[in-house]
Every structure is written in structure tokens, then in C-alpha cells.
């Protein structure tokens, strides 16, 4: 969605990220295989469920296959 981590930290902090629908406010909150993100961006609403993990930090390439895009309202 964004390419810093410091990036995405903000996004959380100003409100526009929710984890299973609830708003998250902290940047360390832990997410878990199955948990369903809704990011607000800029021109878009985006609702990802987590569908694996990566041991090591990746490109973004090979984080597409972390995700599952379930488009908005269909989570």
C-alpha cells in the first residue's frame, strides 16, 4: 500500500487503517493470518485479508501473495 514503514505507521496514527473493522490507533498492533485490513488511501478504500507471512522483509512483488484482495464491503 505505501513503500515505508513510517509511512504506513502514519496511516494508522491519523485513523485510516481498521483491523476486522475496528479502527487501529497503534502502528505495533499485531496482526494474525485471517484478520482483514481496510486501508483508506488517498483515491481508494482498500480491504485485504491477511492470508500468510514472510520470515524476511520482501519486495513488494512477494508480498502480493500475503494478501487477498476482498474489495470493499465483501470482507
Do not use: C, Q, W
Not at 504506513?8 to 499485531?30: D, I, K, Q
Not at 482483514?36 to 480491504?47: G, H, Q
Amino acid at each position: 500500500m505505501v513503500k515505508a514503514r513510517t509511512s504506513a505507521a502514519e496511516l494508522v496514527v491519523t485513523g485510516h487503517v481498521r483491523v476486522n473493522g475496528v479502527r487501529e490507533t497503534s502502528p505495533g498492533h499485531a496482526i494474525k493470518v485471517g484478520d482483514v485490513l481496510t486501508v483508506a488511501l488517498d483515491r481508494a478504500v482498500r480491504v485485504l485479508k491477511v492470508t500468510a507471512f514472510h520470515e524476511r522483509r520482501g519486495d513488494a512483488a512477494s508480498a502480493r501473495v500475503l494478501y487477498e484482495d476482498v474489495g470493499e464491503g465483501k470482507a
